[in-house]
């Protein structure tokens, strides 16, 4: 197994954001058509937290899915958690692994100068450790 390899390496770089004046309609759109589970939000070009599809669906009420009215009733920055823990492109495989797990959370954005570069996920970590095998 490669020890010390910075998690750019398998970070995924082309992230999808939305704005927070987007609607939590169209953010919720765009992570279905992409098949993605978190999106970063930005202002600008400033990371002001993450949304992920669990935060969405808790909308639903036990429904499969929330409908439009539903989210229409929100604002992202209502859903969306706020100040997200960022890794840096230089940061460890490992340590981002030891994070997402001692966290408990599912993805990391990663930012360089405070400016969002790509995002690291549980699965990303996974295929990493099935490509060592």
Do not use: W
């Not at 759109?29 to 990371?47: D, T």
């Not at 036990?62 to 100040?83: R, V």
């Not at 981002?96 to 699965?123: M, R, S, W």
């Amino acid at each position: 197994m490669k020890k010390r390899e910075p998690v750019s390496h398998i970070m995924t770089r082309e992230v999808y954001t939305a704005s927070i004046n987007d609607s939590l309609a169209s953010a919720y759109r765009l992570m279905k058509a992409k098949k993605i589970r978190h999106l970063p939000v930005v202002e600008g070009e400033q990371l002001i937290g993450i949304l992920s599809i669990t935060d969405i669906l808790r909308l639903s009420f036990g429904n499969e899915e929330p409908d439009e009215n539903t989210l229409s009733m929100f604002k992202i920055e209502q859903i969306m958690k706020p100040n997200p823990k960022t890794v840096s492109p230089e940061d460890e495989i490992r340590t981002v692994a030891e994070i997402l797990t001692q966290e408990e959370f599912h993805a990391l954005p990663v930012a360089e100068d405070e400016k969002l570069c790509g995002i690291v996920t549980t699965t990303d970590i996974i295929k990493y450790l099935l490509k060592q095998y």
